[in-house]
Structures are given as structure tokens and as C-alpha cells.
């Protein structure tokens, strides 16, 4: 279903469809088309508690770039057909892996050259269910990008990081569901999701559904490029979170990069996205793509 037709600053045009739920519910997939067809597709998945009109900015630089973009919203966080997360209305880690599904053939229907092969760029939160989803659907992505994603592991935060998660996830059981803009963290989210979160960080190890399902091997084994992103003072994704990424993937043949210059954060890149476009552009392994005109990423160091 075509729900409208919204106009960027760059004077393209960008789609927005209707992907609907089997529970009855919908997200909403916007799509900016590059002028090449064949150029790669991007999926952007929003990180936890983030209206995915947070990503404008995003969208705009990489169309401009030459690529195929898609944003879906986050389930519960839609602007139109979604539900808000309480008693009557739950869910975790499993449905939202199921909505990136859902958004990656729609992509598929909607650019031809991208089906069953997408780029999926994941922040935070964003990154991890990319990572299931991933594991569990292989033939269906080209590569990664995580821009500030990590593994929540408490090892690499601290000791208060574990009682606070912890916390988290029991605030979520007894409310009916996390009430993140009243704790600053995150928006209202659900239980379960909440319960998932806190059990990985706690464990390293994700695990979700009914009967629960435990995905590091797949993870361990999967083997797809991709490209980590990691900001200079970013306290919700430190560096040793970010390359706990790689150690709990080592299938992945990871290019890294840091960016380190003023005005981004864990938040703030998407809003002056330059610095992670450029990197994008760097890693996409069509060398046919690449274009020798490409800035060099200012502040940050990369390795492959």
C-alpha cells in the first residue's frame, strides 16, 4: 500500500508504503530511489526508542551519494498503524527481527536490484537485531554497517552498567512495559524487548522467542562484510562495546572505523551524517561503485 509522497531538500522524491502485520498492526517503509537502479540499497534500522524521522538528514546524504535508500520504524514507534507498548501489547527481539524481514522483501518488490541483497545499516539497538536478523536469513543480505551498535555486555561497561540493566528489564515486568522517556533512556518500550535486552546484557548472549531461541552460533558462523562505526565519546556504545560486535562475529569481514570530531554523538551522526556516508562509500565493495571523488573521512581512523 502507497501511503504518500514526501519531498526531500535535494528536490528527489521519496515513497512511503504501508507494511503491514499479520497481529493487524503496520510499519511505515520510506524509499528513496538513486538515479542508477542498479545501485546498492540501504536499509536503515532505527535504534531503540527512535521515531525514524530522526534519520532524515541520513536518508538525504546518502541518496545524494548514489545510493537506494529504505527506513522502517521501529514497532512501537510508528507515527501511523502501530501500537503503543503496555499490558495489551507486547513484544521482543523476535518481532522486530521479523519487521526487518518484512522491510527487506518489500525493499526486494520495490527495487529489483536490491532484492536479496541489501545493505542493512543498524544503530544501536538497530545493529543488534541486524545481527539476528542476520544470522537467521543470510541469503537475504549483501553486508552490515553498524554505526554506534554494540553488544550490551555488562563486562565492558561496569559493574553499575549490570545493576541498571538489570533494573531495566525487571521496571519493564512490574509497569507492563519500560517507561524510558520518564528514566531517560530510550522511549516506552516493551517488556519483553526490555527482558531480552537485559538478559543479553547480563550474558553476551542473545536470546529470544517463545520457545526462546538462542542465536550466537549462527551469529559466530555468519560470514557477510561489514562495516563498524564507532564515535569518540560515545558513553552508550564505548569502543569495547562496539568491537565486542567482532568478537562475538568473527565469520565477518569487518572494516572499522572511528570518527572523532565535534558536534556527533550516539545520536547527533545521523543529524550531520558526512563523516559515516564517506565511510560508507569507502567500504561498499563494488569497486564499480566507488568513486575516486569520495572525501576522506576527517578525524577518524579505519582499518581493514
Same mark, same amino acid.
Given at each position: 500500500? /502507497? ?25 511505515? #517503509?520510506?524509499? +528513496?530511489? +538513486? ?9 536503515? $534500522?532505527?535504534?531503540? *526508542?527512535?521515531?525514524? *524521522? ?9 541518496? %545524494? ?8 520504524? %521501529? =514497532?512501537?514507534?510508528?507515527?501511523? *498503524?502501530?501500537? /503503543? ?21 518489500? #525493499? *526486494?518488490?520495490?527495487? !529489483?536490484?536490491?532484492?536479496? &541483497? +541489501? ?10 537485531? /541486524? ?16 554505526? +554506534?551498535?554494540?553488544? !550490551?555486555?555488562? =563486562? ?9 540493566? %538489570? ?14 522517556? %520518564?528514566?531517560?533512556?530510550?522511549? =516506552?518500550? &516493551?517488556?519483553? @524487548? ?6 543479553? &546484557? ?15 552460533? @549462527? ?9 563498524? $562505526? ?17 568478537? =562475538? ?7 572499522? $572505523? ?26 561498499? !565493495? ?8 569520495? !572525501? &576522506? ?8
Amino acid at each position: 500500500m /502507497t501511503l504518500g509522497i514526501l519531498t526531500s531538500n535535494i528536490g528527489r522524491v521519496s515513497e512511503t508504503y504501508a507494511v503491514e502485520r499479520a497481529e493487524g498492526t503496520s510499519f511505515t #517503509l520510506t524509499v +528513496a530511489r +538513486a538515479a542508477d537502479p542498479e545501485a546498492p540499497t540501504l536499509l536503515i $534500522v532505527p535504534a531503540m *526508542g527512535m521515531p525514524a *524521522g530522526y534519520y532524515d538528514k541520513l536518508i538525504v546524504a546518502l541518496v %545524494q551519494a548514489g545510493l537506494n535508500v529504505g527506513r522502517m520504524e %521501529q =514497532r512501537g514507534h510508528e507515527e501511523v *498503524g502501530g501500537k /503503543t507498548a503496555g499490558w495489551s501489547y507486547d513484544f521482543g527481539y523476535a518481532d522486530l527481527v521479523d519487521d526487518i524481514d518484512a522491510a527487506v522483501d518489500r #525493499l *526486494g518488490e520495490l527495487i !529489483p536490484a536490491s532484492a536479496g &541483497a +541489501a545493505y542493512i545499516v543498524g544503530h544501536s539497538l538497530g545493529g543488534q537485531t /541486524t545481527s539476528a536478523y542476520a544470522a537467521l536469513n543470510p541469503g537475504k543480505v549483501a553486508g552490515l554497517v553498524y554505526v +554506534a551498535s554494540q553488544t !550490551p555486555y555488562w =563486562r565492558n561497561y561496569g559493574p553499575g552498567f549490570l545493576v541498571a540493566s %538489570q533494573a531495566m528489564g525487571l521496571i519493564g515486568q512490574v509497569v507492563g512495559h519500560f517507561p524510558g522517556k %520518564q528514566l531517560k533512556f530510550a522511549g =516506552r518500550e &516493551a517488556r519483553t @524487548l526490555m527482558r531480552e535486552w537485559s538478559r543479553y &546484557a547480563r550474558t553476551g548472549r542473545l536470546r529470544f522467542g517463545r520457545p526462546k531461541r538462542d542465536v550466537a552460533s @549462527l551469529m559466530r558462523e555468519l560470514e557477510k562484510p561489514a562495516l563498524i $562505526v564507532s564515535i569518540e565519546g560515545d558513553w552508550l556504545a564505548p569502543s569495547s562495546t562496539v568491537d565486542e560486535i567482532h568478537r =562475538r562475529m568473527p565469520g565477518l569481514d569487518v572494516s572499522r $572505523v572511528h570518527l572523532d570530531e565535534d558536534g556527533i554523538d550516539h545520536f547527533k551522526w545521523a543529524r550531520r551524517p558526512d563523516s559515516t556516508v564517506a565511510a560508507i562509500l569507502d567500504w561498499l !565493495p563494488s569497486a564499480d561503485f566507488r568513486q575516486s571523488t569520495t !572525501p &576522506a573521512v576527517e578525524g577518524s581512523t579505519a582499518g581493514r
